[in-house]
């Protein structure tokens, strides 16, 4: 009788035992950790601090970043300001950060899914105070372990692993994408700054003639030599040209402030900011008259466009292979005694070794939706490899086009501007011999500036497209 209860005893610590170890594994323990607020030192809130810390994937250095924009070709410029400029915008620009941390963000979701391949392995301890038939309540430890492997024999886990991997490709083009663009604006918004500090000094000049036009213009009326209605209109002309002035300081202070952020500065800070003026600013790289067909390949947006092809293959199959069972290996191990010295005992263990196939028999046509899901996804991203091919090859064409027509346009400007030049000094050598007024001299003055004014636009004009080509054939000019 004494040996049947202790049968019974024994059956139901197995019961007790295999429910804890059942349990424990089930379990999620979430660690929960309190700490004081200290004192601020900064005015920046304690919930906005970063809390991405690099991992061992992140590049020490930023050589990378350089290679992106290509600081050679910047170099072209001759203009320390403007490298200087786009170095402080490749370690401060915000848009430049988050592109960075995108790529860990991918990186770590590889990282992740790469986990799914590996065995799943778990431990616990828990000590627990029962109570059994015929007995007093006494102590108990039980340790369970547990591994679970999905037997990868078809590469399920290893595609799904592959298609995160060319996300975290895609995604670094992504971030060399942005390098390029945010280059591409430092340079652009530097060069209109420039220009316009350029034409404002040259408008600021021809107010300066059109209040001398109008002073004289008054004057002449007092004495009855100018009608009233000449006078009103050199009254306009002047009013005219104050308020371009003020459109153009209008434009100029933006621009500073759209500048400011694109570094990745304060727009209170524009004051500080040195700009080299106009006059010694040239570009004397080499244009090429053709590109290659292979710098296309080169492209971040074409090669972001082949890794998503890549991965859209790959997710074909997969959910090709999600028809084919799915194989488990399970073993769990549960070291249970009532005396802690022997918990640990092989006596005191219990396990088990398991081994299962799963297949979905009815599923209601998911799987079968998802693969023509999976297939429509491919040739929609196939169509899109293919059109950003063509959309590469017409950017490049319309920088080469841009780069050559207003080039030609700037030199019929040039000569224009020569021809002005020529009769400004004609025209002062007659006023100087006294057979023009001062007042058509500085109306043939004007002229001369306004004709120095499109030529200001027009070279910049020239430098941007510059850029446009830098930007179209993917920084490697």
Known sequence: MQEDNYKEIKNVKKVISVALLASIISMNFLPVFASENKTQTTKQPQQLKSTVKKSKNTKKSDDYKYAYVNMAWWDNFNDSNLSNYINKAIKNNYDLKMATIAVEEYYQNTKAQFANELPQIGVGFAPYYTKFPNEGWDWGFATPAYVNYEADIFLKNRDKTKAVKKLYEASQFDERAAYIAVAGAVGTTYLN?????????????????????????LASNKEGLVSTADT????????AGQTDLIELQKQHKQLLHSFAVLIGESPDNIDEFKFTPYEEISFTGTIPKEISS???????????????????????RVAKKEFLPSINLTGIALFNSTEFGSAWSTGSMLGTLAAGAMLPLFTGGRRIANLKLKKATYERI???????????????NDALVAVKMDKQKMTETEKQAKLEREDFGYNEKRFNQGTISKLDLIQVKENLLSIDKLVAQQNIECMVDYIGLYKAVGSKL
């Open 193 to 217: 700054i420039v220009r316009l500090n350029k034409i404002i000094d040259l408008q600021k000049q021809i107010v300066d003639l059109r209040q001398e036009i109008y002073n004289l213009m």
């Open 232 to 239: 009103v209109k050199a009254n306009k002309a002047l009013v």
């Open 294 to 316: 292979e710098i296309i390949d080169q492209r971040p947006d074409y090669l972001k466009a082949e890794k998503m092809v890549e991965k859209a293959g790959i997710d074909v």
């Open 382 to 396: 196939l169509q899109d490899y293919y059109k950003t091919n063509l959309t590469a090859i017409q950017e490049i």
